[in-house]
């Protein structure tokens, strides 16, 4: 059941946001509408009617850097194809490259846990580690300044 209600407790505040993000992007993969329509449409039943701004953030800094996301998730794959990859898992894996690299007020490694617990809820039962493994060495790979968030960025 992939749009179960699923509860938790200690969840970070922002996670209910990020949930409605993955299926608003999830929806946006399956549709041809464009993306302001997709996101106006579904982001009110997800989050019944609250403020969204930092969904709405997140959700278009994808949209806007997904080709540039998906170039530095391709260049950290071993022994796998990008087109492999589960849907939930790229766009997960998506979310976690925005957040990390053109959202400054989140942490990295807040944005990892984050992304490895949706993946346990809403993925596979070894997506978890992939995406851990594959943010992870992104943010390494940041880390040590071979990987450079362009200057002129802003959301």
């Not at 938790?8 to 993306?35: F, G, Q, T």
């Not at 807040?110 to 949706?118: F, Q």
Request: one cysteine or more.
């Amino acid at each position: 059941m992939l749009w179960g209600n699923v509860t938790a407790i200690n969840h970070h505040p922002r996670r209910k946001e990020r949930e409605a993000v993955l299926k608003v992007l999830y929806a946006r993969e399956i549709s041809d509408e464009s993306p302001k329509i997709i996101f106006q449409r579904f982001m009110d039943s997800f989050l019944n009617g609250k403020n969204y701004q930092y969904s709405n953030d997140l959700f278009f800094c994808v949209v806007k850097y997904q080709d540039r996301a998906d170039e530095l998730i391709r260049k950290h794959l071993q022994n796998w194809t990008f087109e492999r990859i589960a849907l939930i898992d790229r766009i997960l894996l998506r979310m976690g490259v925005s957040e990390i690299f053109y959202m400054d007020d989140i942490p990295p490694k807040v944005t990892i846990s984050e992304m490895v617990e949706i993946a346990k809820v809403f993925s596979t039962k070894e997506s978890s580690g992939f995406v851990n493994g594959i943010l992870d060495s992104i943010l390494k790979e940041s880390q040590n300044e071979k990987i450079k968030k362009p200057e002129d960025v802003t959301i």
